[in-house]
């Protein structure tokens, strides 16, 4: 008998993946199996396969209808982006669609609002076989996930350097701090001590807002007592114009939220430093070409911006 060194791991199968999915979507077992056209029970026996193989449980089964765990939130997005591909896969098999290049894009919010609606709007005209999926996520995340080649290219603010990883600088970005309307600051100049003591809003850490946040205070030495954390800008600058505190965003946005409330730019003491959106890809990979195509538009895209100004 030929003995095995390693131990053979068990992968999931699509089946089993869509099942999980469906189930998740629509909320039953019963309207997963309706809408695959399949049993309630063959649907049963796919999700308790995945969860074996998974070693945790999918849904917790003890209420009238299955609710997802922890696990199953993490992991529903990648299932779906999976299904898609897999969908893309067998239309291509069959013919029925034209040879496309795929691109992952990553994009910091700050990008993805200024500049990402025109640059897809470009590439749909240019490039008609190239095809995107776009991530919206903090720049630390999106670095990581360049690294770990989770995406093609990344927008993102103030990457690290590493090795093979193309950097290109696209623009600089003044951070400032804004507070309400109504709320006094005195002197109406943003200090380390006059908002130490105010709730702070900015992204979470280890995020370049945040960094930039900290350098700020230590640069007198000061520890801010407040510091409020939430990934979205929008969301940051309602929470800074309902008058509880401070923000630091990038000033380019204050004009991109008209629905929140007015806000009130500080000027600083000593002054914000600057941070600085790049575009960043992995040098020598297949895409490497794309990426820097795609890096050339959205840099035309800024020039024509920053004219009209």
Known sequence: MIGFPYRVRMRYTLAQAEAFYWVARLGSFRAAADHLNLTQPTISLRVKELERIFGSALFDRASYKPIPT??????????????????YVELRAKGAMPARSMLRIGAAETFAIRILPDLLAQLACEREDLQVTVTVDLSTQLERMLLEHAIDIAFLADPRASERIRIIPLWEVEYVWVVAQSLKVKGDLA????????????????????????????????????????NTLPVIALL?????????????????????????????????????????????????????????????????????R
């Open 70 to 87: 922890a696990l199953a939130a993490t992991i529903l997005g990648d299932v779906e982006r999976m299904l898609a591909q897999a969908d």
């Open 191 to 230: 200090t380390p001590e006059a908002l130490a003591e105010l709730a702070l809003f900015t992204n979470g850490l280890p995020s370049p807002l945040h960094t930039t946040l900290l350098f700020w205070f230590g640069l007198r030495g000061i520890v801010p007592r407040r510091v409020n954390t939430c």
């Open 240 to 308: 800074a114009g309902a008058g509880t505190g401070a923000a630091l965003i990038p000033r380019e946005m204050i004009e991109m939220f008209t629905g929140a409330p007015p806000l009130r730019v500080l000027d600083a003491d000593p002054p914000v430093p600057n941070g600085n959106i790049c575009a960043a890809w992995r040098e020598g990979a297949p895409e490497a070409n794309d990426c820097a195509y795609l890096t050339t538009v959205a840099q035309r895209l800024i020039r024509h911006r920053s004219g009209e």
